[in-house]
C-alpha cells in the first residue's frame, strides 16, 4: 500500500515537472517522457497459388511485434513449434497476432495443412 502511494505520488512529480518543462521557452533536449511509439504492423499474407507466406522471412524486433495476418481463400495455420505459436487464418479473414520476445533467434514458420506443399518460412525475433 505504501509503495503504491509512493508511486503514486511520483507519477504526479513527473506530470507536474513535464507541464513546467512545457510552459518555459527553452526547448528541452531530451523530454522526460517519450511517449511510446505505435507498434509497427508487420504484415503477411497467406496465398494459395503457390501456396506460401508473402513475405516468407520476417524478422520482428522487440516492440514491434504486431503481425497482421491475412488468409487469401483457404484455411492456413501460422505455425511456429518453438514460440508454441499455432494460429489458424480463415480464408478471406485477417488476425492481428503477437510474437513474444523474450525468445530471441530465428523459427521455422510453417502452415499446417500446407507445410508439406513448401508454405514454409522463417521469423526472427531480435
Ligand atoms: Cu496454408
Known amino acids: 500500500m505504501k509503495l503504491k502511494v509512493v508511486f503514486g505520488s511520483a507519477l504526479v512529480g513527473i506530470a507536474v515537472l513535464a507541464m513546467a ?3 518555459t521557452t527553452t526547448p528541452a533536449p531530451v523530454p522526460a517522457k517519450t511517449p511510446a511509439p505505435a507498434a509497427a504492423s508487420i504484415t503477411v499474407t497467406l496465398t494459395e497459388t503457390p501456396y506460401a507466406f508473402v513475405p516468407k522471412d520476417i524478422t520482428v524486433e522487440a516492440g ?4 497482421k495476418l491475412t488468409s487469401l481463400k483457404e484455411i492456413h495455420s501460422f505455425t511456429i513449434v518453438d514460440l ?4 489458424i487464418v480463415q480464408p478471406g479473414k485477417s488476425v492481428n497476432i503477437t510474437i513474444p520476445t523474450d525468445k530471441k533467434g530465428t523459427f ?3 502452415c499446417t495443412p500446407h507445410e508439406s506443399v513448401g508454405m514454409i518460412g522463417t521469423v526472427t525475433v531480435k
Open 21 to 23: 518543462c512545457s510552459s
Open 64 to 67: 514491434k511485434n504486431v503481425v
Open 84 to 87: 508454441k505459436i499455432d494460429q
Open 108 to 110: 521455422k514458420l510453417i
